[in-house]
C-alpha cells in the first residue's frame, strides 16, 4: 500500500555509508541499500551485527546524510517530514526530571496545545497502554517494561504516523517482550503506522513483520527480502511460523559463512 502521494513509506535508493574509526580507519558500513515498506505496514530489518541497521534508520530519520544515493519517507527527504516522523530506541530516552504523564506529554506541550487538551490526551494514551497509576511517578521508579510503553506513549502522542524503532525490547525479559510486542502490533493495526523496525531476534521479525530485510555483515547489503502474509495474531508454535524462522535463519547464517570465507581468503593473500 502507498502513500497518499502513490510512494512507499520508507524507500532507500542505492545508499551508501562509511564511517572513521577512532584510530582514523574508514569502515564501511552501508554498501548500495535499496529496498522499500509499505504504508500502513511493518517492515523489519534483520541482520548479523555490524550489517548497518541502526544506521539506516539514522539515515531514514534525517539525522545522518547517505554518502551516495537516498532515503524518502512517503516520497520526499525526511528533512521535509518534520514531525511526522517517530523514533524510539532502544534506551527509553524519557527525561527522568519529569513525570511519566509529562513525559508522554511533552510533544503536545510542544505542539501549543492546551494544557486540559494535552491531560485528556494522556489519559487516553495511558489507558491504551495500561499506565493509569502511573503517571506521577518518575521514569526511575517504573519497571523496564513501563517505562518502554510510556515512550511508546511519547511516540503516540507526537502523532507521527511514520516510526523508525531500534530493537526498542531488546531488554526486556521474555514474557514483557512478549506482552510488548502484542500490544505494539495492536496499536499500530488501530493507528495505522508505517513502520520500520530493526532487530537482532528472528523470532521478533516473524512475529511482528509484514516484510522481512535481511542484511549482510558488514558492510551492509540486501540479501534478501521474505513477505510474510501470516495474518496475526501469529502462533510462534506453528509449523508456519517456525518454518520462516528457520528460513530466515539459513539465510543469515549463509551471509555469515560467506563472509567468514572472504575473510579467510583475504588472509592467506595477506588481503590482496
Not at 550489517?51 to 524518502?72: F, Q
Not at 495492536?186 to 522481512?212: K, M, P, Q, Y
Request: proline fraction near 5%; aromatic fraction near 6%; charged fraction near 25%.
Amino acid at each position: 500500500m502507498s502513500s497518499p502521494s502513490g510512494a512507499p513509506a520508507f524507500s532507500a535508493g542505492r545508499i551508501s555509508k562509511g564511517y572513521k574509526s577512532r584510530e582514523g580507519v574508514g569502515v564501511q558500513a552501508l554498501e548500495r541499500v535499496s529496498f522499500e515498506a509499505d504504508e500502513g505496514k511493518i517492515t523489519c530489518i534483520v541482520g548479523p551485527t555490524g550489517s548497518g541497521k541502526s544506521t539506516i534508520l539514522r539515515i531514514m530519520s534525517g539525522l545522518e546524510a547517505p554518502d551516495e544515493g537516498s532515503v524518502r519517507v512517503a516520497g520526499v527527504q525526511p528533512s521535509d517530514m518534520t514531525g511526522r516522523i517517530g523514533y524510539l530506541t532502544q534506551r527509553h530516552t524519557l527525561l527522568p526530571w519529569m513525570k511519566t504523564g509529562d513525559n508522554i506529554g511533552l510533544p503536545l506541550k510542544v505542539r501549543g496545545l492546551a494544557r486540559e487538551m494535552i491531560k485528556n490526551r494522556v489519559r487516553e494514551i495511558a489507558e491504551s497502554l495500561a499506565l493509569n497509576g502511573l503517571l506521577d511517578l518518575y521514569p526511575y521508579e517504573l519497571s523496564g517494561g513501563a517505562m518502554q510503553r510510556a515512550a511508546i506513549g511519547r511516540l503516540l502522542a507526537s502523532d507521527a504516523g511514520y516510526c523508525l524503532l531500534d530493537e526498542p525490547f531488546s531488554a526486556l525479559d521474555e514474557k514483557t517482550l512478549h506482552a510488548l510486542q502484542r500490544l505494539f502490533l495492536d496499536i499500530a493495526g488501530r493507528s495505522r503506522l508505517s513502520v520500520l523496525f530493526v532487530t537482532h531476534s528472528i523470532d521478533e521479525a516473524v512475529f511482528l513483520a509484514d516484510r522481512i530485510i535481511v542484511l549482510s555483515a558488514g558492510p551492509g547489503r540486501v540479501v534478501e527480502t521474505f513477505e510474510v502474509d501470516m495474518p496475526h495474531p501469529r502462533d510462534r508454535i506453528s509449523p508456519l511460523f517456525g518454518a520462516l524462522i528457520e528460513r530466515v535463519r539459513q539465510k543469515i547464517e549463509s551471509v555469515l559463512r560467506d563472509d567468514a570465507a572472504v575473510c579467510g581468503a583475504d588472509s592467506a593473500t595477506g588481503g590482496h
